[in-house]
């Protein structure tokens, strides 16, 4: 969250910034151009005046000497041309640029007007800037070169000045420059402002989220503590503890609810059973059956309170996970049913994947909690298979996880059946009247506590595969 805020926050910076530069950087050099021509343009109008002087009073050395002058002290090319006659030039390159056609569409230009611009070509180095002005003379110069003196009296004289566009385009670049710079430092500076504005918003839902884990992972008496931010932040803050409150009271009362009437049941039960054992002796004959009954019950009841305490003291605590030689667990707890397996005649088969390697099964369980799981499947597993069947307790080693599968060759149970299975009190039916509900509730929840997961699925020969997946170490 911290990351999408940052990025949001710059992004909108990003885009303020470039709405403020883009414009301004086309006016700084729209503003650039501007002053570079204007200061072209007034050199080239005090020089048509003086130039225009000298060749009124047919002072051609004088005209040269001035515009020698001028273009030692701005390194420009100066023409006068004459009914585009080259008449004086100081530059460069001059008689090169007088055969460019655009440079005489412009003398044609001005001598109907002033004419100034800019002349691009393939490298920007080698751009001018350009006036071309025209020389207001009351009688046509006479040519030293062409000696004119008898010229037409409409003859036009008009002043050319160009200069390198190099300095004008060097000051863009660096206006440019400028730009991304100060750009850049506003973007560091908001993407600082951001992460204060972020840190500030995240770091109290962050104290928030560790309150909720640890309060979820049994740590019940976990609250947040005082948090800086904004009002809602303090309002969520306050929700959150009220909540951990309400719901480790409701806690709390379950538990010392199920374990008193667990205590107070267990004891009436117990004494009603030796009643009935007493009277056994004491009732009439073919009766005997019923007392039987009776007292089968009352043990079924025994189990069914013994279940919902082990169930509240499941919800109630959450012990931390160590790691698990699952082969040998499930090694110890096939040599402690094995005797009960034969006396039912059936066969209890305990494997392992990999080349019975028990020290690659290794996985993270709760101390004990696989003992009792493997209890109870295995309890249910003999209950569901006939004599002469077979059980099988296998594990095997996956990417990143453990399987156990414990799997009985029983007629079975429905997909719908299977998918209930692990409802408390559920009983599918044909289930031995013995049975409580509880033991696979039991299984799920101790399973879910060791941060495992459990399902049914129907074995390959027929029967049920119970599968207990745990993180592997």
Known sequence: MRRRLLAGFLAFALAVIVLLELPLGISLANNARTTALSEIENDGASLALLVGASLQRHDWSDARAIIDRFTSDDHAVVAVVSNSHLELSSGAGVREELADPSTRAILRAAASGKVEGEEGSGDPD???????????????????????????????????????????HAKLNRDRLELALFGAAMLAAAAGIGTLLAVSLTRPLAKIETALGRFGAGQLGTRVGPTRGPAELRVLRTTVNEMADRITELLDTQRAFVADAS????????????????????????????????????????????????????DGKRPGRVALDVGEVLKERADAWSALAEERHVALRCDFAGGGRQASLTALACPGHLDQVLDNLLANALDATPVGGDVSLTAESHSGHVD?????????????????????????????????????????QLVRVSGGTTWLEAAPGGGTDAVVRLEAR
């Not at 997909?415 to 033991?439: H, I, K, M, V, Y």
């Open 126 to 168: 080698d751009d001018l800037l350009y006036v071309a002005i025209p020389v207001a003379i009351q009688q046509p110069a006479v040519s030293t070169t062409a000696k004119v003196s008898g010229a037409a009296a409409d003859a036009s004289v008009v002043l050319l000045v160009t200069e390198p566009a190099a300095a004008l």
């Open 263 to 314: 205590h107070q049941l267990r004891a009436p039960m117990t004494a009603l059973r030796l009643r009935l054992e007493n009277l056994a002796g004491a009732l009439e004959p073919g009766h005997e059956d019923d007392s039987l009954q009776v007292i089968a019950e009352i043990d079924r009841l025994s189990r069914v309170v013994d279940g919902l305490l082990e169930l509240a003291r499941s």
């Open 404 to 444: 156990v599968h414990v799997i009985d060759s029983g007629s079975g149970m429905s997909a719908s059946d299977r998918a209930r299975a692990f409802d408390r009190f559920w009983r599918s039916e044909g289930a031995p009247r013995d049975g409580t509900g509880l033991g696979l509730a039991i299984v799920a």
